[in-house]
């Protein structure tokens, strides 16, 4: 069920994002088309306008693709992945995002893929359900590794039923796999955190965190 909704997901923002700017390139190609023979004076307004949605749907692409296979998790580690996730986040849903990142965690690279898809799935229904306008995103090390995702948007009771709740026990699944505890707090109008811990070596403490406090880039 998990996959099959990652896949729903996919084809969603295929849908949403790439699948537009093609067709808008389509309609801008046209335009400029009948431009070319009536007025190639003006042709330079339709050509900007291809050239714009043709740069952002590469934008889209290139971060679905990252979605799909983030070899940066492999080359530069967790901390980076995590990192681009947050920037893709600032970039296509204006939110403002804000990162406390500690070093860079020494576990294996399937438990950093477990971490960097529960922060996906995580993300994913905030963007879908939350209305949030500020998310955080934290991995610290502190008697195990701490993962936790904070959204300031309209949150919900857990105990009720509400939409997301496939992603939440994706997550949970996950983190169960990895041998780890899963929790999850929510209510009304208070936002929600997702909170991820994993039983390895420490690290910094948590005292700590603020020295690594810093604001998603903007781009």
């Known amino acids: 069920m998990a996959s099959l909704e990652e896949r729903r997901h996919l084809a969603r923002e ?7 700017a093609l067709y808008g390139i389509a309609l801008g190609t046209r335009t400029a088309r009948l431009q070319l023979d009536r007025d190639p004076g003006k042709l330079a307004e339709p050509l900007d306008y291809i050239m714009n949605l043709a740069e952002a749907g590469l934008s889209e692409m290139r971060a679905l693709i990252f979605e799909l296979r983030p070899e940066v998790l492999e080359a530069e580690g967790l901390v980076a992945a995590l990192r681009k996730q947050g920037e893709a986040l600032q970039t296509r849903h204006k939110l403002k995002i804000i990162t406390h990142f500690g070093e860079e965690p ?23 359900h939350a209305r949030a306008s500020q998310v955080e995103l934290a991995l610290v090390q502190a008697d195990g590794l701490t993962l936790e ?3 300031d948007g309209q949150g919900f009771d857990p105990q009720a039923s509400f939409s997301g709740r496939l992603g939440l026990h994706s997550m949970r699944e996950r983190t169960e796999k990895l041998g780890g505890r899963f929790e999850l707090a929510s209510q009304p109008g208070q936002g929600t955190t997702v909170r991820v811990w994993l ?21």
């Open 14 to 20: 295929l849908h949403d994002s790439v699948s537009q």
């Open 106 to 128: 020494q576990v294996p690279l399937t438990v950093k893929e477990g971490l960097y898809r529960i922060a996906q799935e995580a993300t994913h229904n905030i963007v879908k």
């Open 149 to 151: 995702i904070k959204d």
């Open 199 to 219: 039983p390895v070596k420490s690290s910094p403490s948590l005292s700590q965190l603020s020295r690594y406090n810093s604001p998603a880039p903007s781009s």
